[in-house]
Structure formats: structure tokens, C-alpha cells
């Protein structure tokens, strides 16, 4: 997956015209897939996958309109996953906030 600062290079350069770039930075599609040993389904394509069984699926998505005004209120209080990062940057990043600080002599 290419970075925004990437897309938006190529567009201005005119190696990708503005369907491509659209194309690019839309989010991934979810794709389902059913864990026959454990019954799951999976939800693949987010961040991590997500596992449920088909009964708390179902109960999610009767409730999705009650979800969906409580991310509408809490709008403020909450982040949105930037799809335009790519995955290598973001490891990048986390090892950079978890690395160890070498001890200072004493």
C-alpha cells in the first residue's frame, strides 16, 4: 500500500490520474472467512482480524444503528485508523515507541 505523500507524487508527477489515486487511498474491503474447527468467523482486512461467533456477529449488526449513533456522538473522543500509512512505516514506529533506552553508565 502506497503512502499519501507517494499517491500524491505520482498524481503530480502524472504517473496515476485521479482515478488511480482515488483507488489508492480507498479503504480496504473486508473479506470473511469461517473457522470450521472453532465455528468463528473472521472479519479479515482490519487492523488485526476480528473473531466472533455468528451469534454475536448477528447481534452486532441488529444493533449497528444504535453503534453507529455512538460513534456519531463520540466522535470527539475517538481516532480514525489512517489507511494511507503502509504497514512497514507503522512497525517502524511502534519499534521506534517500545525500543528499550540504553542504561546510562554510572
Do not use: C
Request: hydrophobic share 35%.
Amino acid at each position: 500500500m502506497k503512502t499519501l505523500d507517494e499517491i500524491l507524487k505520482e498524481l503530480a508527477d502524472g504517473r496515476m490520474n485521479v482515478e488511480e489515486a482515488a483507488a489508492a487511498m480507498t479503504k480496504p474491503k473486508l473479506k470473511f472467512r469461517v473457522n470450521e474447527e472453532r465455528g468463528t468467523v473472521s472479519a479479515i482486512g482490519l487492523r488485526q482480524p476480528f473473531v466472533l461467533y455468528a451469534d454475536q456477529w448477528r447481534l452486532i449488526l441488529e444493533q449497528a444503528d444504535e453503534l453507529r449513533k455512538f460513534l456519531d456522538d463520540n466522535a470527539h473522543l475517538t481516532k480514525e485508523f489512517d489507511t494511507t500509512i503502509d504497514r512497514f512505516k507503522r512497525s517502524q514506529e511502534r519499534s521506534k515507541a517500545t525500543a528499550r533506552k540504553p542504561k546510562e553508565p554510572s
